[in-house]
């Protein structure tokens, strides 16, 4: 039995590597939290980019909706 392949356009791959780095970030700002000396600045940072990668995943969903 072969593989089956399944076209992969490429909105669907922008969109999972947005998805993709919108979980590094949430699994970073986690480990920022958890240290004892955390940086306010760079979780703000981190959160700010977290933000802007879930507003372009959004408007990605809707142009392929």
Known sequence: ???TQVA???ADSHLEALETRHAFLSHRIET???HPAAS???I???KRQK???KEEIEKEKG???
Do not use: Y
């Open 8 to 10: 992969v356009s490429p």
């Open 51 to 53: 933000l802007r990668l």
């Open 63 to 65: 142009r392929l909706a």
């Open 40 to 42: 306010d600045q760079i």
């Open 44 to 46: 703000r940072t981190l």
């Open 1 to 3: 039995m072969g593989m």
């Open 32 to 34: 920022e939290q958890r």
